[in-house]
């Protein structure tokens, strides 16, 4: 016979780590399921509390992942090569803790840094100029690097993947139903293609065809909204069981779904 | 290759550290028996477990950044037993190499082993690894090291090499990628040039002719504006189209005093999104209404962030709500709550998984592409209208191509096979 489970006289008394966990994660989902209500201040202490962890969880995975691997000890590491290479062994900085490899691209490194630091800038008056430096770069680079992916993913695969099914293998017979859908799947790409097409009013032909291209979409649409509905319910699931198998069995023994 | 210290376990390690076998008195056919058998057995133990032959290593020339190297080994032909898996030790000095990757299976003879160092001179050995009948291969696939398995042997190859990485400046079969770039800058520039001169045509799109319906509504109740750009960074397209609208939001509820409220998820973004604001105000002329306080990172934990949104749309009751910009899972979460508060929302996004849900529940939904054009249309700058009559003309030949291929390769099927080198011809140039 299994021991029953500990009641809300023995959690208070003895408490474990375990158990503060599943009542601290269990009051925190019910604070934040009580915004289906209304917003009220539970909500509010649950959202702060989200907030505010996760932001500085934020900050501290930002400084060991990267200003430390990224800037710190490469900097260390940049610092003890000159100095080494000026024969100053005696003021030689320590090895940094982290293998940090030496090589050309290790003097690029004060380019990244200072571009970085000007975005301080933001802070001193008269000096506000030298943020937009590195938000340009950001924008620039952002925007320019996602050229050829576009091109590459967005024009020619799905060229190549509207297409290809046209042309099986030599003798190879494709049956009715699949070459309808071939057709079908043609349609809809080039119908889709003439909705967004903004350089001339949907009226005539195109309208009808950009019609068409919408009745795609919202079907696309709703598939997808059903496949994800469903994940989300098994969100749901999730949560509830956590509430009814872990968390309830905690303070009214013996509760909870059976075989619990 | 990075910060790893290299070892080799010795071959059979395992078996020879047994207690020597120690023979009791046998004497006349007992001994023979005995020895018989132990001749029988000898395939079964690890010394003369069959170990990778030929194992071959250079550079990966797909790889463009010179990280990778190709290793490819074979086996003694009949070799029993067969092994469960391989792994592949890599080190710059033949006698100290480490695992990097374990490959399961016995019939596959290659491995990728990637993240080393570009221009670096490696070494390779390939064990083939033996684990006892019935017994699961268990290792730990962050550390190859780790193979688990109670009773695993090891063979492992002399080692091979050294083959350099290389890197290369440029990936031949990206050419046609290249091309289809160079055109549409071509393209764009040709229209900028006639943009420049006369004015182009930008069909309505109704969730933009939206935009200045919602800004009067704002002003008219006297209630902010909640303009959320979602969990993009800076350099993000979606982003930086979000941020061209936020500008013109900006210039055009400044000389009213709406409060445009934007909680931002990544700090270069809020940083981005205060310098256009801020700019946006001086151009309207009151750049005494911009407050940076309106502009605020919140967190970049995507569900922190949302709680907050949501919390703060209860709260300062906008009249409007713009999701504009890269949204994942949390798009429903923020578009419900507006809904729940009664507000008029506007949606725009690339995420065309997150589409039907803004699509669903809110007023209007820029769609895809149309969230990249809100900006040349609400401007109307000859820049970004060129850029954006340049991608028509792309669509334009894309669909040309489509059809033509289509046609092409359905005639090859239908009518006349001896087209099918050409249709393969057009095909190809698709292909990277």
Redesign the interface.
């Known amino acids: 016979m299994p021991p029953p489970p500990p009641s809300v006289w023995a959690f208070l008394t003895t408490p474990t780590w375990e158990h503060i966990g599943i009542w601290v994660a269990a009051l925190l989902t019910l604070a934040v399921y009580s915004f289906l209500y209304a917003d009220s201040p539970v909500f509010r202490v649950a959202e702060h509390l989200f907030v505010g962890i996760s932001a500085a969880y934020g900050a501290v995975i930002v400084f060991h992942q990267a200003l430390k691997v990224l800037v710190i000890w490469p900097l260390v590491a940049l610092v003890r090569e000159g100095l080494l290479a000026l024969h100053l062994h005696a003021y030689a900085l320590p090895k940094p803790a982290e293998n940090v490899i030496v090589d050309f691209r290790l003097y690029l490194l004060p380019l990244p840094i200072i571009l970085g630091l000007l975005i301080f800038g933001r802070f001193f008056r008269g000096y506000e100029w030298l943020s937009r430096w590195p938000i340009a770069f950001v924008v620039g680079f952002g925007a320019g690097s996602v050229i050829p992916v576009t091109v590459q993913a967005s024009i020619l695969e799905q060229g190549k993947g509207t297409i290809d099914p046209f042309l099986p293998q030599a003798g190879e017979v494709v049956a009715a139903p699949d070459q309808l859908g071939n057709w079908l799947l043609a349609a809809a790409v080039l119908t889709t293609l003439s909705y967004f097409y903004f350089s001339a009013p949907h009226r005539g032909w195109l309208g009808r065809s950009s019609r068409v291209g919408v009745w795609c979409l919202m079907i696309a649409f709703g598939a997808s909204f059903g496949n994800t509905v469903m994940a989300r319910v098994a969100l749901l699931i999730g949560r509830m069981q956590f509430l009814l198998h872990d968390w309830l069995p905690l303070w009214i023994p013996g509760m909870g779904p059976p075989g619990n | 290759m990075?910060?790893r210290q290299p070892t080799i376990p010795s071959r059979g390690a395992g078996f020879l550290a047994r207690p020597p076998l120690r023979l009791p008195c046998l004497r006349g056919e007992a001994f023979l028996a005995v020895a018989l058998a132990l001749l029988l057995a000898l395939p079964c133990l690890s010394d003369t477990l069959p170990t990778p032959t030929n194992v071959q290593v250079a550079n990966d020339d797909e790889e463009l950044a010179g990280d990778t190297l190709r290793v490819t080994w074979q086996m003694p032909p009949g070799a029993e037993p067969a092994p469960a898996a391989y792994r592949v030790y890599v080190g710059e000095e033949p006698q100290e190499l480490k695992a990097v990757e374990v490959v399961e299976g016995a019939e596959t003879h290659e491995a990728a082993v990637k993240d080393l160092?570009p221009g670096g001179k490696y070494y390779v050995a390939v064990g083939a690894v033996f684990v006892p009948p019935d017994a699961p291969l268990t290792y730990n696939p962050s550390d190859p090291n780790l193979v688990t398995t109670p009773g695993v042997q090891e063979a492992v190859s002399a080692p091979a090499g050294p083959a350099t990485t290389i890197g290369r400046w440029y990936k031949p079969e990206?050419t046609?990628?290249?091309l289809?770039?160079l055109l549409?800058c071509v393209i764009t520039l040709v229209v900028l040039h006639i943009a420049r001169r006369r004015d182009?045509?930008?069909?309505p799109?109704a969730a933009l002719q939206a935009v200045e319906d919602a800004i009067g509504r704002a002003t008219e109740m006297g209630r902010p504006i909640l303009y959320v750009s979602g969990l993009g960074?800076?350099?993000?397209?979606a982003t930086?189209a979000s941020m061209l609208i936020l500008g013109h939001l900006a210039h055009k509820t400044a000389p009213y005093g709406t409060r445009i409220i934007v909680p931002v998820a990544d700090p270069?973004v809020m940083?981005?999104e205060?310098?256009i604001v801020s700019q946006s105000y001086l151009h309207a002329g009151h750049p005494e209404a911009y407050d940076p306080e309106d502009i605020f990172?919140?967190?970049?934990?995507q569900?922190?962030?949302v709680?907050?949104v949501?919390?703060t749309m209860?709260?300062e009751k906008p009249a409007v709500n713009f999701f504009m910009g890269y949204f994942a899972a949390e798009s429903?979460v923020l578009a419900e709550t507006g809904n729940l508060t009664d507000t008029l929302q506007i949606a725009g996004t690339d995420a065309?998984?997150q589409?039907?849900?803004f699509?669903?529940a809110c007023d209007y939904t820029l769609?895809?592409?149309?969230l990249y054009?809100a900006g040349a249309y609400l401007s109307r700058d000859p820049i970004l209208l060129a850029q954006?009559?340049a991608?028509?003309v792309?669509?334009?030949i894309?669909?040309g191509?489509?059809?033509v291929?289509?046609i092409l390769?359905?005639t090859?099927?239908y009518v006349a096979?001896m087209l099918?080198p050409v249709?393969?011809k057009?095909?190809e140039l698709?292909?990277?």
Do not use: C, H, W
């Open positions: 990075r910060g160092e990206l046609n990628v290249l289809v770039s549409l182009i045509y930008i069909r799109i960074g800076a350099g993000d397209i930086i270069m940083a981005t205060r310098e990172f919140v967190t970049d934990s569900f922190g962030y709680t907050a949501a919390g209860l709260r429903l065309d998984n589409l039907p849900f699509v669903a769609m895809g592409e149309e054009a954006l009559k991608q028509d792309g669509k334009v894309v669909s191509v489509i059809v291929g289509i390769a359905a090859t099927y096979p099918r249709a393969e057009l095909l698709l292909t990277v």
